[in-house]
């Protein structure tokens, strides 16, 4: 008597892989990609954090009067060059073979004062983990 699989045996097991890799594929990628906004929405909090610091030490560039047409504008280069950011902050949206795979030096961040505190908006930071 030979040992082995016959072909219907192999052919089922084949089926039943494929019927399993159909509904895993599609929930890990998803997984993976809300896990990649998630990482970089935090990199936007983490900028923001990294712009109220800089704010915190250059409190008298600060805008005095509450409104939008008075506010700061800074550079994400300007928080790394100061030591506010390590260094280039890479956007885990965006293809790692990308030219955009990282976030511009030149993506501003505006700091306006709503009465009593201080709103630290990044510009398009809709668009960015999008």
Do not use: W
């Amino acid at each position: 008597m030979k040992k082995g699989f016959t072909l219907a045996e192999l052919l089922g097991v084949i089926v039943v892989l494929a019927l399993i890799s159909l509904v895993t594929v599609p929930a890990v990628s998803d997984v993976l990609k809300n896990n990649k906004k998630k990482l970089c929405e935090t990199q936007l909090q983490n900028i923001k954090l990294a712009a109220q610091n800089y704010g915190a030490d250059h409190f008298y560039d600060l805008p005095v009067e509450s409104g939008s047409e008075n506010g700061l504008t800074i550079y994400l280069r300007d928080l790394t060059s100061n030591g506010y950011i390590d260094k280039e902050i890479r956007n885990p949206v965006r293809k790692s073979d990308d030219i955009d795979a990282y976030f511009a030096e030149d993506e501003e961040i505006t700091i306006t004062k709503d009465g009593n505190k201080f709103i630290y908006k990044i510009q398009n930071e809709e668009d960015l983990c999008n």
